[in-house]
């Protein structure tokens, strides 16, 4: 559950988890609690990158009611989400580039300073703050390649399906997820939010529709879209079924996209 809060000069969104503390508030342990919650707090807090979302009030426990609850706040950001903002149609090509720049940024500062995958970048999970630039929230299925994982390798990876790359549908044992999973999901917000529509959905679409769309997407997707070529290639690349096809650093797509005018 989520709640917009005054508690200070800035609002914040406090969340409060569903699942009850049982326990002595002084005993609260946010890793004996849920280890994944503590990930993604540490994660928030000390990755440094201001298009990602900061902790503004640590795990802690409440009384609501008769029980007891844990709950941590975040900024409030007043400028919406980008699935928000695509009900009306797509952006202009100066604001996908601006949206591109802090996502590449974020997915970058992620990787190299802690090797997570967010594993879920997708319109809903992106807001606007109040000069409008893109903030990347949610960490809540991150995968972290300096800890030791949570899931089990013979599971599928976490994922929303409607906006995950193909190795997310594979076993974690077989899968190879890093930062190049994360330029996947970039790929598919730039394109959705160029053009107004998702590169693979459409309602009604089969699951063997959607994942032979995502295995033959390619330059002819843009044809009556108007961007600058640079644009294409670059979200075409980021945009290919096999890892090994996009980029090889994660600092690559920045680079591209500065040249882009």
Not at 156 to 170: L, V
């Amino acid at each position: 559950m989520a709640y917009r809060a005054d508690r200070g000069a800035d609002p914040e969104v406090v969340k409060v988890l569903l699942e009850p503390f049982d326990g002595e508030p002084d005993d609260f342990d946010i890793t004996e609690f849920s280890e994944r919650l503590s990930r993604e707090l540490n994660a928030m807090s000390s990755t440094n990158c201001p298009y990602i979302v900061k902790v503004t009030a640590d795990a802690q426990v409440m009384k609501i009611g008769t029980q007891l609850f844990v709950w941590y706040a975040e900024p409030f950001y007043s400028g919406g989400t980008l699935e928000e903002r695509l009900r009306t149609g797509p952006l202009e090509v100066k604001e996908v580039l601006l949206l591109a720049r802090a996502l590449f940024t974020a997915v970058e500062a992620m990787w190299s300073e802690h090797r997570i995958v967010h594993r879920d970048i997708k319109p809903g999970n992106i807001v606007f703050d109040q000069v409008g630039n893109p903030v990347l929230l949610d960490l809540g299925i991150a995968l972290y390649g300096n800890l030791t994982n949570i899931t089990n390798s013979f599971e599928y990876s976490p994922r929303t399906a409607r906006y995950a790359a193909p190795e997310q549908f594979e076993l974690r044992k077989d899968a190879q997820i890093d930062f190049r999973t994360d330029h996947f999901l970039v790929g598919m917000v730039i394109y959705e939010a160029l053009t107004g529509k998702h590169p693979f959905w459409s309602p009604g679409v089969t699951m063997a529709t959607y994942l032979d769309r995502m295995s033959t997407f390619g330059p002819a997707q843009f044809e009556s879209i108007d961007c600058p070529a640079e644009l294409r290639i670059l979200v075409t690349r980021l945009l290919s079924e096999k890892v090994n096809r996009r980029y090889r650093r994660v600092e690559e797509p920045l680079a591209d996209l500065s040249k882009i005018s």
